[in-house]
């Protein structure tokens, strides 16, 4: 069985520029999860997708990051314009459905975003 | 607002004896309880998940306690070994998967 897979695995930008950053979960999996891990942190909940729904997205910062899962499979995460405190790990999660509705999540190897 | 408390000051263990991970929550009401491992560079990999209404469960090496009433999770690695120093994430979801939050999580170190 596949993983998560995401890329880019790194991506060095300036402040203010824009960048994407892309999920693909296991396969059948419905719920995928964006995280934010910065240094010496646990990973922060950004969004949460059920299928191509947001179930919740209350932590995103919505005047700058963006998200989407079209189709209910793939999902891209954006951050436009990208700030200094951006610099992070994002880090990309899925689950797959079980008998009393939640199980263990899968984790990619997340892509280490630097904003300079 | 809710948080999770886990040790921050790194544990060094000798091998073999047994290490012991605490996690504290206040303000949630979790339906589970989760304890993942990350080694550096990589995303966690999911070690046990316990219930509300469970208070132990065990894998292999690994035993989680849960008191939802102390509002604490104890993880405990029996036997330790140099290959099992990491950092230890605790989590808590609510039902459904809903509102995850991670803990910081505590560097264990084994020395052989």
């Known amino acids: 069985e596949a993983g998560v897979a995401q890329s880019p695995r790194y991506k060095i930008i300036e402040k203010r520029q824009s960048v994407a950053f892309w999920c693909n979960p296991i396969?059948?999996?419905?719920?995928l999860y964006w995280y934010q891990q910065i240094l010496g942190q646990g990973p922060k909940l950004l969004i949460q997708?059920?299928?191509?729904?947001?179930?919740?997205d209350s932590q995103l910062p919505k005047d700058r990051f963006s998200a989407e899962r079209l189709k209910g499979v793939d999902s891209t995460l954006k951050i436009q314009p990208a700030k200094l405190e951006d610099s992070a790990v994002y880090l990309c999660?899925?689950?797959?459905?079980?008998?009393?509705?939640?199980?263990?999540?899968?984790f990619g190897p997340g892509t280490r975003l630097t904003v300079l | 607002s809710q948080k999770i408390e886990q040790n921050s000051e790194a544990l060094n263990i000798q091998e073999g004896k047994t290490a012991t991970l605490t996690c504290n929550y206040t303000?949630?009401?979790?339906?589970?309880l989760q304890w993942y491992r990350q080694d550096p560079g990589r995303g966690p990999v999911f070690l046990l998940l316990?219930?509300?209404?469970?208070k132990e469960k065990r894998k292999e090496r690994l035993k989680v306690t849960f008191d939802t009433t102390l509002k604490q999770s104890l993880f405990h690695i029996t036997a330790s070994q140099p290959a099992d120093s990491a950092t230890y994430l605790c989590?808590?979801?609510?039902?459904?998967?809903?509102?995850?939050?991670f803990g910081a999580g505590t560097r264990l170190f084994v020395k052989a």
């Open positions: 999660a899925s689950i797959g459905g079980t008998g009393d509705g939640y199980n263990e999540q899968f």
């Open positions: 396969s059948g999996h419905a719920t």
């Open positions: 997708f059920q299928n191509n729904g947001v179930v919740d």
């Open positions: 303000n949630y009401s979790p339906a589970y």
């Open positions: 316990i219930r509300e209404n469970e």
């Open positions: 989590a808590l979801a609510g039902t459904g998967g809903f509102k995850t939050i």
